[in-house]
T-cell receptor, first 114, second 113 residues
Framework: GAVVSQHPSWVICKSGTSVKIECRSL??????MFWYRQFPKQSLMLMAT?????????EQGVEKDKFLINHASLTLSTLTVTSAHPEDSSFYIC??????????FGQGTRLTVV | AQSVSQHNHHVILSEAASLELGCNYS??????LFWYVQYPGQHLQLLLK??????LVKGIKGFEAEFIKSKFSFNLRKPSVQWSDTAEYFC???????????FGTGTRLKVLA
């Protein structure tokens, strides 16, 4: 089946620095990708929709200047957490639609900001 | 607002016990329903899905789920769990025609050998 790969799987960074997370569709093209975030004991929540060749669309309450999304090619979307703070520590997952009616998910990235 | 509720946050079972994980959603339109499993360090993996037709859906690894429209429910079941079923399980909903998932909070299942 289709594979979506996320990198890194986990990252620890210092407060105030920026972190980039990559999401790649390995054997298919994706003009759209989705980024989710999961806080402890909460649901995976959709943050934004990444659109190849155009600006990302953000869900209500998500700061677009803090979470920069770039969909540089048909197989790569990146999420950059800028000026990270401890409250940004979370689990981030990307997904890409398949040919059918379901999406494929990356393995997730555990971000810890210290 | 649309939401998905999973009633059990942590479940511990012995091998061979039967499993039922509850999932309810709130949305009045046409939905697609999913159950995903995530093993430690691995991708979310689709267990089963419902789009239309027979409300009793069979998935991989012996799992099944039943869509009860009147109850807005999509409970996951397995007659006899195995130690290898230890994982986290997510119920999710999408509106028909979109790929934006609304997830439940997940249920951590631990199966004791």
């Amino acid at each position: 089946g289709a594979v979506v790969s996320q990198h890194p799987s986990w990252v620890i960074c210092k407060s105030g620095t920026s972190v980039k997370i990559e999401c790649r569709s390995l054997d298919f093209q994706a003009t759209t990708m989705f980024w989710y975030r999961q806080f402890p004991k909460q649901s995976l929540m959709l943050m934004a929709t990444s659109n190849e060749g155009s600006k990302a669309t953000y869900e209500q309450g998500v700061e677009k200047d803090k979470f920069l999304i770039n969909h540089a090619s048909l197989t790569l979307s990146t999420l950059t957490v800028t000026s990270a703070h401890p409250e940004d520590s979370s689990f981030y997952i990307c997904s890409a639609p398949g040919l059918g009616t379901e999406a494929f998910f990356g393995q997730g990235t555990r971000l810890t900001v210290v | 607002a649309q939401s998905v509720s999973q009633h059990n946050h942590h479940v511990i079972l012995s091998e061979a016990a039967s499993l039922e994980l509850g999932c309810n959603y709130s949305y009045g339109g046409t939905v697609n329903l999913f159950w995903y499993v995530q093993y430690p360090g691995q991708h979310l993996q689709l267990l089963l899905k419902y789009f239309s037709g027979d409300p009793l859906v069979k998935g991989i690894k012996g799992f099944e789920a039943e869509f009860i429209k009147s109850k807005f429910s999509f409970n996951l079941r397995k007659p006899s769990v195995q130690w290898s079923d230890t994982a986290e399980y997510f119920c999710a909903v999408t509106n028909s025609g979109t790929y934006k998932y609304i997830f439940g909070t997940g249920t951590r299942l631990k199966v004791l050998a």
